[in-house]
């Protein structure tokens, strides 16, 4: 069974993430890995941990070549039941990354909100981050600070300055508390959801094990992906273009009626 339990779906609003009780099988996590690989050695000129568009076979102004597996697995009933109990029953997939931090240099994600980078109002977006490998605080594992959604906006973000990150926005030093942050230590086939208002980032990986994680996006059929408000450009750290960006619509319908979902698709 894969719903989220009443307790879970009562921990994603308060806390603003969730660890189901859910996950993918030891085979499926194999053939998900080959599709990495694959991933990887088809974009060479790309970080692994910037391989946006993962799911996209065809060409995308992003410049990455996807893998259609992520596109299928982004389709389980399984993680959409999941999804469904975090949004609702209208569910659209709207992004697909891959975040697959090498051993020794992994880089990276200085501590920011999804909503800064995206263009989806009302702003609305829950990301299932699957991991792949073990992901433990030792290679860099997704940390969170839980409740930093609750105001439901998004806080400054300075541009970082380094250039060895995965994004270059960081929530400003003022709006953070580290206190109460908490490492999402999974193994590989379990998996977080998290709301695009939750502060969240991840270190590097200076250790001998390899940490990847790909994580899904879904917003609900009650908003629209505005895909002029962001102009394309590589301020985000990588290129960034939301212009021919496709959508599925995985459950339910669009109760808004003006998102596109034929633009990108060919
Ligand atoms: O994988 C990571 O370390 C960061 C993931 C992340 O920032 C996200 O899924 O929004």
Redesign the pocket.
């Known amino acids: 069974m894969s719903k989220l339990l009443p307790e879970e779906i009562e921990q994603y609003r308060s806390d603003g993430y969730v660890i189901p009780e859910f996950r993918l099988s030891e085979d499926r996590i194999s053939a998900l890995r080959a599709t990495m690989d694959e991933l990887i050695d088809k974009n060479p000129g790309v970080r692994p941990?910037q391989l946006v568009n993962a799911h996209i076979e065809q060409p995308t102004a992003e410049g990455v070549r996807g893998c259609g597996d992520f596109l299928d697995l982004a389709r389980d009933p399984d993680i959409l039941d999941l999804v469904e109990g975090a949004l609702g029953p209208d569910i659209i997939l709207w992004g697909c990354?891959l975040?697959c931090?090498p051993a020794g240099d992994g880089m990276?994600?200085p501590w920011?909100q999804?909503g800064e980078y995206w263009p989806i109002r009302p702003l609305a977006t829950c990301?299932v981050?699957i991991a792949l490998d073990d992901?433990v605080t030792e290679n860099?594992?997704?940390?969170v600070i839980p409740g930093s959604h609750t105001e439901r906006r998004v806080y400054d973000h300075d541009n970082d300055g380094r250039d060895n990150l995965?994004?270059n926005y960081r929530v400003t030093d003022d709006q953070l508390d580290e206190a109460n942050m908490v490492d999402l230590e999974l193994e590989a086939g379990q998996m977080s959801l998290?709301d695009v208002y939750m502060i969240?980032?991840?270190n590097p990986n200076r250790s001998n094990r390899r940490?990847a994680?790909l994580?899904l996006?879904y917003m609900p059929g009650t908003s629209v992906f505005e895909r002029s408000t962001i102009t394309p450009g590589d301020d985000a750290g990588f290129v960034v273009d939301f212009s021919r960006r496709p959508l599925w619509l995985m459950r339910g319908s669009d109760q808004t009626g003006s998102n596109d979902f034929d633009v990108g698709h060919s």
Do not use: I, M, P
């Open positions: 941990e990354h975040f931090k990276e994600v920011h999804d990301t981050w992901s860099g594992c997704l940390r995965v994004l998290h969240h980032g991840s940490r994680g994580a996006r």
